[in-house]
């Protein structure tokens, strides 16, 4: 699904872990998502919501440590050109409105 020259941009805003630069390559985007699906904290998120994030289709999820991201695809001819995880909270603080207030309230 992911173009050979496709790209991964994440952005913590230093108050989150994340790439500190873009991740090129399908091979090497594969491995990361690899890796982080190996360490005992990269399981599935604990809700998500597919939305058009920034226009592209993607996905707001509540992680296991309780905090936002969001997750966009960029698509051309079929395939993933490029990813954009968002991870900064001062950049996603205004979408916790969308998460259901059960699962705000847990946090």
């Keep these: 699904m ?12 230093g108050k989150r872990l994340a790439a500190l ?3 090129l390559g399908a091979d090497k985007i594969s491995r990361f998502f690899a890796g982080l699906a190996r ?5 599935r998120p604990l809700w998500s919501k597919p939305m058009l ?3 592209l289709p993607g996905w ?6 309780g905090l936002l991201q969001t997750t966009a695809l960029e698509l051309a001819e079929g ?3 490029a990813i954009y995880i968002v991870r900064n909270p001062e950049k996603l ?4 409105p969308l ?5 705000r309230k847990a946090m």
């Design 2 to 13: 992911l173009a050979e020259a496709a790209t991964l941009h994440t952005d913590g805003g």
């Design 39 to 43: 360490k005992p904290d990269g399981s």
């Design 60 to 65: 707001l999820t509540v992680e296991r440590d």
């Design 53 to 55: 994030v920034n226009g």
């Design 99 to 103: 998460v259901p207030e059960p699962m």
């Design 93 to 96: 603080r205004h979408l916790w």
């Design 21 to 23: 630069r873009p991740i």
């Design 79 to 81: 395939r993933i050109v």
